[in-house]
T-cell receptor, first 114, second 114 residues
Framework: DVKVTQSSRYLVKRTGEKVFLECVQD?????MFWYRQDPGLGLRLIYF???????EKGDIPEGYSVSREKKERFSLILESASTNQTSMYLC?????????????FGPGTRLTVT | AQKVTQAQTEISVVEKEDVTLDCVYE???????LFWYKQPPSGELVFLIR??????QNEISGRYSWNFQKSTSSFNFTITASQVVDSAVYFC???????????FGTGTRLQVFP
């Protein structure tokens, strides 16, 4: 079974703190993603990565950065957390087969910035 | 631009009722993939189904069925004889052929009452 794990289920940080959200997948997938989920807005893509040290901006990259130093690990960084970054953060990895792509999600990290 | 619309924000039904969740998508690609995910109260996204744009066959899996119609750009999801355990938020998503990132709808919250 594919497993995508995230370092924390719940996190509380103060405004201005630097925050690291870690994601690890164990299926040797090339592609990894960070989404943010907010009520009424669905999931929105923050950043994604097709390979080690490669990154691409998603739809809402402002205020975030990412790091992918190893294939299995994709980190989301909030350089200076703000209250409007309080949200649920979901990591995913994906693979392709003959039928198309399949994206596997981690359990999510609910971040509260106070 | 790609877009997924789930017009139903919330649906409430009584157990054993049938319920259909609507999904309408927009894309200029001829090859694309459609997905449904379930998000129970625990928060983890559970993959339900994927469809590629060349496969318009309807799919049935137990009490779940999906109706894909390219003519109306819709990919609707029906739960037959709903159960309390079906209570969740359901997301429809779209991805292009060459890019694995998913574009999500805003989700439909389904509440099934006993």
């Amino acid at each position: 079974d594919v497993k995508v794990t995230q370092s924390s289920r719940y996190l509380v940080k103060r405004t201005g703190e630097k925050v690291f959200l870690e994601c690890v997948q164990d299926m040797d997938h090339e592609n990894m993603f960070w989404y943010r989920q907010d009520p009424g807005l669905g999931l929105r893509l923050i950043y994604f990565s097709y390979d080690v040290k490669m990154k691409e901006k998603g739809d809402i990259p402002e205020g975030y950065s990412v790091s992918r130093e190893k294939k299995e690990r994709f980190s989301l960084i909030l350089e200076s957390a703000s209250t409007n970054q309080t949200s649920m953060y979901l990591c995913a990895s994906s693979a392709r087969d003959l039928s198309g792509i399949e994206q596997y999600f981690g359990p999510g990290t609910r971040l509260t910035v106070t | 631009a790609q877009k997924v619309t789930q017009a139903q924000t919330e649906i409430s039904v009584v157990e054993k009722e049938d319920v259909t969740l609507d999904c309408v998508y927009e894309t200029r690609d001829t090859t694309y993939y459609l997905f449904w995910y379930k998000q129970p109260p625990s928060g983890e996204l559970v993959f339900l189904i994927r469809r590629n744009s060349f496969d318009e066959q309807n799919e049935i899996s137990g009490r779940y069925s999906w109706n894909f119609q390219k003519s109306t750009s819709s990919f609707n999801f029906t739960i037959t004889a709903s159960q309390v355990v079906d209570s969740a938020v359901y997301f429809c998503a779209l991805s292009e052929e060459l890019i694995d990132k998913l574009i999500f709808g805003t989700g439909t919250r389904l509440q099934v009452f006993p």
